[in-house]
């Protein structure tokens, strides 16, 4: 049998297939392993290239063969997939990782820490949390509809809700009772999701990069440690417009013939991510539309010109770019160089003096 030159490892609950090739780009390897054999079988085996589909799990098993001295490539999915032969099983998707790895245009996922998937769990605890809460909150409401008690959107409104139907003598016995029982949920629920919360900005304080980014208009500190926690090492981006792309902002291509022809926008990458950077532009754009801030004349004429939500998105594909720049150069958010929500004038202070205020100029050099 030949060296082992690398090895791809199609991974599962239970069983994880091993198919390895020599110098040659022969198959020398094929073996099946049960979970509790995985390490054991690679503490034996010379140093060597190994692959894995990105996942949770995978980045466990890469840090445990990177300590055993192997380089360890975590390849996604969906680059894996053209490799796979007509046949879908384990064996067949071990071969594809293992070719597809040894492209040299193939773009890899960076090993996370342990510390980092733990703050990547804060975030997914949140949103769990969240979306539980606005589950409980439409129950809530809705059948608080059913005895003819409405209430306005929101999570302000809901204990004033239950102290209503409390008080209300048409409500039957059965139905308080069950309404107490969500409500003391609600109140559990409330009371966990402020734990978490009190924790996420903890490690937002604790983090400069995301103190950094929150900087920015349409981010504020969930997008800046989501960005930070989520996205990958930003020096793998050539440039702001593939970390966007990455991120899943930017128009799908059907150009053809020399015609361009662009679609809405690919929706790849973190969905977390881009909805909180959607959002955060959303909530910029209702501002401008308001006639608040002081926005850019690009957002000015952009949300003159296009319907709020697309608007929306080509606001998150710029603000996209300008957390790369940050993340990649370490600098501070200058919100006149960003071109999005431009800084507002200084007021120039009155002089007693002159009973005038002071020129522009003279305030910016600190003359009296």
């Not at 466990?60 to 360890?72: C, I, K, Y």
């Not at 003598?169 to 609600?186: C, I, N, R, S």
Request: glycine share 8%.
């Amino acid at each position: 049998m030949g060296e082992i030159i690398r090895i791809g490892v199609d991974t599962s609950k239970s069983v994880f297939q091993l198919h390895g090739v020599d110098a040659t780009e022969q198959p020398v390897l094929r073996k099946k392993l049960r979970r509790r054999d995985f390490l054991k079988f690679f503490e034996q085996l010379a140093a060597t290239k190994v692959g894995l589909e990105a996942c949770g799990g995978s980045h466990h098993w890469a840090r445990a063969l990177t300590e055993l001295g192997h380089e360890v490539k975590l390849l996604p999915a969906q680059h894996v997939k053209p490799y796979v032969r007509r046949n879908k099983n384990d064996r067949n998707d071990a071969d594809a990782i293992c070719e597809a790895m040894s492209r040299p245009r193939m773009s890899f996922v960076a090993i996370k820490t342990a510390e980092q998937q733990a703050a990547q769990m804060l975030m997914a605890t949140r949103e769990r949390l969240v979306a539980y809460r606005t589950q409980l909150i439409n129950v809530i409401r809705g059948h608080a509809a059913e005895f003819g008690l409405t209430a306005a959107k929101g999570p302000a409104h809901v204990e004033p809700l239950l102290a209503r139907i409390a008080e209300d003598d048409t409500v039957p016995k059965l139905a308080k009772e069950l309404f107490a029982l969500h409500g003391q949920e609600y109140s559990r629920l409330k009371n966990q999701l402020h734990e978490v919360e009190v924790k996420l900005k903890v490690w937002h304080r604790q983090n400069e990069m995301s103190r950094r980014l929150a900087e920015v208009d349409a981010i504020g500190p969930i997008g800046g440690c989501l960005l930070a926690i989520k996205a990958p090492d930003p020096h793998a981006f050539s440039c702001g417009r593939d970390f966007a792309a990455w991120m899943g902002v930017t128009p799908k291509d059907h150009s053809t013939a020399g015609k361009m022809r662009l679609g809405v926008i690919t929706r790849a990458g973190d969905e977390a991510l881009r909805r909180t950077l959607v959002l955060g532009a959303t909530s910029v754009i209702k501002q401008v539309s308001n006639g608040k801030g002081n926005p850019s004349p690009w957002l000015r004429d952009l949300v003159a010109r296009k319907p709020p939500k697309l608007a929306a998105v080509a606001l998150a594909n710029k603000v996209a770019r300008v957390a790369w720049r940050l993340m990649v150069s370490g600098e501070h958010y200058d919100a006149a160089r960003a071109g999005i929500v431009s800084p507002r004038p200084r007021v120039a202070p009155c002089s007693p003096r002159q009973g005038r205020c002071a020129p522009p100029a003279a305030v910016a050099s600190g003359q009296p």
